[in-house]
């Protein structure tokens, strides 16, 4: 949201996948596609991963959009939080 305006960055999807628990973790999976320069979508994922949890890029798509400068990046993104004793996370 507010990381893409400031990076110039438009978000054209976010779709939230399956939760689970891994080692202790809840992993929720996402599928976003977002848009703009590659420097910006660069600045976007790093002041993403920093600010909302410990991101891991499992799959990523990079495609231009018509001959300019914008692109558009799909990317599979897992985030992990740790899981309290009583099983949902902290």
Known sequence: ???GTRQSVS?????PG???IVQGFEE???DIEVRGEYRS???????AQAGVAPL???GFTLRSI???PRIVLALKLAGY???TGQGGSQ
């Open 11 to 15: 978000l054209g999807s976010v779709r």
């Open 28 to 30: 929720t999976t996402y």
């Open 66 to 68: 018509d001959a300019g």
């Open 18 to 20: 399956a939760r689970r």
């Open 81 to 83: 939080r740790p899981v």
């Open 56 to 58: 891991v890029v499992s």
């Open 41 to 47: 979508l660069y600045q976007w994922l790093r002041e």
């Open 1 to 3: 949201g507010r990381a």
